[in-house]
C-alpha cells in the first residue's frame, strides 16, 4: 500500500497563487509516476497534471502556463500561479500501480479561488 498526504489547499484571490504538497509513504517502489487531479461536486475528477518517472509531465491545457508540477522522490508539488475562479475544486494527489495501472489516491485538499 502506499499513502498519499496533501497539504497546501486554501482560499485565494483570482491572480494569486498556491503551493501543493503531497508526501508519499509505504510501498514506494510500486508506483510509476504522480500527479495531481481535481474535482468539482457534481463532475467527474479531471487530470491537471501528471510527471512519470523518467520525469515526462502531462498538463492539463487549462492549467498549462499557470500550473508548474514537480517531484523529488516521495515529495511532489504543484506550484499554481495566476489562479482563476474556475481553478476552485478539491484537489488529490495520485500515484499509479506499477503492476496494473491502478490507482492510489489522498484525501483531497480544498482550494477556493474568490473572484
Known amino acids: 500500500q502506499v499513502q498519499l498526504v496533501e497539504s497546501g489547499g486554501g482560499l485565494v484571490q483570482a491572480g494569486g497563487s498556491l503551493k501543493l504538497s503531497c508526501v508519499a509513504s509505504?510501498?514506494?517502489?510500486?508506483?510509476?509516476?504522480m500527479g495531481w487531479y481535481r474535482q468539482i461536486p457534481g463532475n467527474q475528477r479531471e487530470l491537471v497534471a501528471f510527471?512519470?518517472?523518467?520525469?515526462q509531465t502531462n498538463v492539463a491545457d487549462s492549467v498549462k502556463g499557470r500550473f508548474t508540477i514537480s517531484r523529488h522522490g516521495i515529495l511532489l508539488m504543484l506550484e499554481m500561479t495566476n489562479l482563476k475562479p474556475d481553478d476552485t475544486a478539491v484537489y488529490y494527489c495520485?500515484?499509479?500501480?506499477?503492476?496494473?495501472?491502478?490507482?492510489?489516491w489522498g484525501q483531497g485538499t480544498q482550494v477556493t479561488v474568490a473572484s
Open positions: 509505504g510501498r514506494i517502489w510500486s508506483i510509476d509516476g
Open positions: 510527471i512519470k518517472d523518467g520525469g
Open positions: 495520485n500515484a499509479k500501480k506499477k503492476e496494473n495501472g491502478g490507482d492510489y
